[in-house]
């Protein structure tokens, strides 16, 4: 039964990124089952998921393809690893799958269970270019304060949230610039011009760091859990021509924003970028299987592969069969349905439209986004951006005023967070705005605004 279960999750169960001692006393939700876009707990309350989980089940939870594809592989081959040159065939049929879909650069992938090992992959594979171009001393990394790129020592250093580097302590080759985040920083400026002081940061940084020494640049074509910060036109362009200019790798992670996210397959293909190395996990199963990877482009493959000597890096469970099927699965769904195309032409411009009705009201300071995720940035004053309440108070309580209304939705700082699955209908989006507008106009109550 519900409370049971509840109690025996308070007494044994760490959860991440959670209070722990909060836990501990209070408990929380149990989910035990899931249909289309609604996820139902152990209380019997249905929530319309308008997070896509941890934004990866992008085709929502009813997709018995994936689970089927998933059940048969277990039955023929439940797993055999791809260490030395062994291999699997779903593990090779995905290989050639993601070369498909993904931008023409990329012919190579390297697998891994999630994307925190993805991008620590990233960290391996770029340092063994250099090495192998004889560039050792090209050891350095620069990302963006408050990107998240995973939980590993690795990632999390390469991520740049302040909470994560206090309690772990960042890797002393990896360097931070700020995020192209125009309404909180912006001050006068218009967003392109901010765009270009912001992307001009990582120009300074190069040059103060040593041209020499900076081997990669690492950033999400939108930022996700930092915020969802849709970047000013201008700054992609201007990343891109400094990378190039400065023979810096560039690493797109597309962990949130491929599959569709942002309206095209891959984020790179929305804002127009041509990175040399990509991570992808999440959506890539849907959410049914943990699997995540690097595509790795032609200009690092040709380097590895002519390189000799062994590659020292792998997990045991890179390119599980299961896992891989799964990922078969899914992006056959993808290709045959063109879900991806039809939420960019049919949905998000509907979701992102009637967003921009709370513009209007007393809360909303800004409303942003990009394809199907979004954020709505809470103030308790318009005109002097008055915070609701410290530590984020405000967002907090609409977050779970809303998920008391069986409306799933994230917040990240003063901003709530939307990413519904790509397979929402106009309807659907109807009734996840209709939940937020009530937990808005409660929160509104709750702060007497
Ligand atoms: N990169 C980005 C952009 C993410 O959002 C995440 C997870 O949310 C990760 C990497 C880490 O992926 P995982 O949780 O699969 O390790």
Excluded at 222 to 250: F, K, M, T
Excluded at 263 to 284: C, D, H, N, R
Aim: with cysteine.
């Amino acid at each position: 039964d519900s409370a049971a279960l509840q109690a025996l999750d308070r007494s044994h169960h760490l959860h991440p990124f959670t209070d722990l001692q909060n836990h501990a006393e209070q408990g929380g939700r149990i989910v035990n089952r899931a249909e289309h876009i609604y996820i139902y707990d152990t209380d019997g309350q249905r929530m319309l998921d308008g997070m896509s989980g941890l934004w990866c089940c992008n085709l929502g939870y009813s997709q018995p393809q994936i689970a089927e594809a998933v059940y048969r592989q277990l039955q023929e081959l439940p797993y055999y690893n791809n260490f030395f040159k062994c291999a699997n065939q779903p593990a090779v049929e995905l290989a050639r799958a993601l070369v498909e879909v993904t931008p023409a650069q990329f012919n190579h992938v390297f697998f891994t269970n999630s994307g925190s090992e993805a991008n620590d992959t990233n960290i391996r594979l770029v340092h063994r270019y250099f090495d192998l171009l004889g560039k050792p001393e090209k050891k350095l990394f620069i990302s963006r304060k408050n990107a998240y790129h995973g939980s590993t020592i690795a990632s999390s250093s390469l991520g740049g949230m302040d909470g994560m580097h206090k309690q772990t302590r960042g890797l002393d080759y990896v360097h931070h610039i700020n995020q192209p985040h125009w309404f909180a920083n912006g001050g006068e400026l218009s967003p392109d011009e901010y765009g270009l002081q912001v992307a001009g940061e990582l120009e300074a940084k190069i040059q103060q760091l040593g041209e020499d020494k900076v081997a990669a640049f690492i950033a999400e074509p939108v930022q996700g859990a930092g915020g969802v910060i849709i970047p000013p036109d201008s700054y992609w362009p201007e990343i891109q021509r400094i990378c190039d200019a400065y023979d810096i790798l560039l690493i797109a992670d597309e962990v949130i924003c491929g599959f569709g996210r942002t309206g095209k397959w891959f984020g790179s293909e929305t804002y127009g970028i041509k990175p040399q190395l990509m991570t992808f996990a999440k959506a890539v199963t849907n959410g049914y299987m943990p699997l995540g990877g690097v595509m790795v482009g032609d200009q690092v493959a040709k380097v590895l592969l002519a390189g000799g000597g062994e590659f020292t890096h792998g997990l045991t469970y890179s390119g599980h069969p299961a896992s891989c099927a799964a990922a078969l699965a899914t992006l056959d769904i993808l290709r045959s349905t063109n879900i991806i195309e039809h939420a960019a032409e049919h949905i998000a411009p509907y979701f992102q439209g009637r967003l921009r009705e709370f513009e209007q009201h007393p809360l909303v300071a800004q409303v942003r986004g990009q394809g199907m995720f979004a954020a709505l940035e809470l103030v308790a004053d318009k005109s002097s951006r008055k915070r609701l309440a410290p530590d984020s108070a405000g967002a907090i309580y609409c977050r779970d005023r809303a998920n008391k209304n069986g409306l799933m939705v994230r917040q990240t700082g003063d901003a709530m967070i939307m990413a519904p699955p790509l397979i929402c209908n106009r309807e659907e989006i109807d009734i996840l705005i209709e939940k937020l507008a009530i937990a808005l106009d409660e929160t509104a109550v709750h702060y007497q605004i």
